[in-house]
């Protein structure tokens, strides 16, 4: 059976509008499935965007979609056998308290030289790029 295995996630939090404004989160994984590998026997690994929102509606996303993953066990953290659905959101929540800027979305993501294949966040990354920050906070979450 196949396994996504997830690797790594990150949050960065949008700018206000204005002080009224709730915040809004755009939020990045890595994942790479168990029976993909390159010519080296490596996991092929990809970022991916989960979702764009409020806190709230990040979370709840994840409830609907990825946590049902890991409890059926087709999701886990790497270097784990089971990851616990609970697990998953906990480490979400923490991601989403660090605070990370929309500035460090673009730093971290100039391919500072991990032998990674970044083809799907670069795409929606150049796309970003092009929209104001008050196009970006209108995005949604996948449903």
Known sequence: MSVDISFKRKAY??????????????????????????????IVKD??????GEKSDIIRHLLKT?????????????RSRHTKPENYIKNWREELNKERTLTDLFDD??????????????????QFK???V??????KPAA
């Open 13 to 42: 939090k949008l700018d206000r509008k204005s002080e009224y404004d709730r915040d809004i989160y755009l939020c990045c994984a890595m994942y790479g499935s168990n029976n993909l590998l390159d010519l080296e026997g490596n």
């Open 47 to 52: 970022w991916t965007i989960i979702g764009v």
């Open 66 to 78: 990825l946590a049902l993953s890991c409890e059926w066990g087709t999701l886990r953290f790497a």
């Open 109 to 126: 993501f100039e391919l500072k030289g991990e032998n990674i294949t970044y083809s799907k966040l670069n795409e929606n990354i150049d």
């Open 130 to 132: 092009e929209l104001s």
């Open 134 to 139: 008050d196009e970006i906070r209108e995005l």
